[in-house]
């Protein structure tokens, strides 16, 4: 706390609450810090940081950082129209988040704004292993990673955009459209895992980060919605090192209707509005004519 992110007691849509009570479901305890208190004998397993608004210090970074090498493990939600929140820290471990504003016109919301994306390709990882269920990520920046920068770092890009999305650099156009020589070409990634390549006792990689270009996903204005529910709580599970949990559907999951996107909608509107009428008329016209024949 203390630069701007959302709060776990806020229960307005732009709060975390729901994202409090599903995880205490799940046995975890939930406790809002400043950087100040990671330095503690008892540090907590996951440190989230939901995309602070605010400039955080060098000496918060450096705070983050010791935090990391010592094993612990963090969830950094990142949104786009804002400073990234550890720049250093990022650098150093060869993340780079993009500038602009992710669209796509084939995986977004419906017919709606290409900039609400509902991913829909992720890669083969415990997190995202089995995933089905699309993902609503609202305004939401890319994460790439230079190998050349981390070359302590696996990077392992968890979600992704479609070959038909485009990073939007004009970030005041409310109806964005691609623009050839001026918005980068997807695929882009949304969501990226960082694990070391050096090894814990344990086996698994001595530190990982989850870097997500979004945070309003969690938000309880989406948290419920398809996929967004099952990806927050598995990333968490997984960096608790949770094995159980991240197989385990959440005991209250979310409702998952089917969400078409627009080319599958385009299909479902000619299906029900011109097919499904005229083969009615075809059928009925059959049957009169069947009961006037001699």
């Known amino acids: 706390t203390g630069h701007g992110e959302a709060s776990t007691t806020n229960t307005e849509s732009s709060g975390l609450s729901r994202v409090q009570d599903a995880l ?5 305890e939930l406790s809002s810090l400043d950087f100040s208190e990671l330095r503690t004998s008892n540090p907590p397993t996951v440190l989230i940081i939901p995309s602070p608004s605010q400039p955080i210090s060098p000496e918060g970074q450096h705070t983050v950082e010791e935090f990391v090498q010592n094993g612990g493990r963090l969830l950094l939600m990142a949104d786009p129209n804002q400073e990234p929140p550890l720049p250093a820290l990022l650098e150093k471990w060869g993340i ?25 390709t992720f890669t083969t990882h415990d997190i995202t292993e089995d995933f089905t269920s699309p993902i609503l990520f609202p305004v939401s920046r890319s994460v790439a990673f230079d190998p050349e920068t981390g070359q302590e770092w696996d990077f392992v890009a968890l979600a992704q955009t479609s070959p038909n999305s485009w990073e939007e650099m004009d970030r005041t156009n409310s109806q964005p459209t691609f623009d050839e020589g001026q918005d980068p070409k997807g695929p882009f990634t949304v969501a990226g895992l960082l694990t070391s390549k050096a090894r814990g006792p344990d ?20 948290f419920t919605y398809p996929g967004n529910t099952d990806f927050f709580l598995k990333t968490i599970a997984w960096l608790a090192k949770e094995d159980a949990l991240v197989t385990l559907t ?5 409702f998952h209707p089917f969400v078409p996107n627009p080319s599958q909608e385009q299909a479902l509107v000619f299906f029900q509005v ?15 004519t069947f009961r006037r024949s001699p």
Do not use: C, H
């Not at 205490?24 to 975890?28: A, F, L, N, P, V």
């Open 274 to 288: 011109l097919f499904l009428p005229l083969l009615t008329l075809f059928l009925g016209l059959s049957f009169w």
């Open 24 to 28: 205490s479901k799940q046995g975890y």
């Open 250 to 254: 959440p005991k209250n999951p979310a």
């Open 96 to 120: 780079e988040l993009g500038s602009g504003i992710l669209a796509d016109a084939q995986d977004r919301l419906g017919r709606g704004s290409p900039t609400a994306l509902l991913v829909r």
């Open 203 to 222: 086996g698994q990689p001595a530190k990982a980060v989850v870097i997500i270009g979004n945070s309003a996903f969690a938000t309880n204005g989406y």
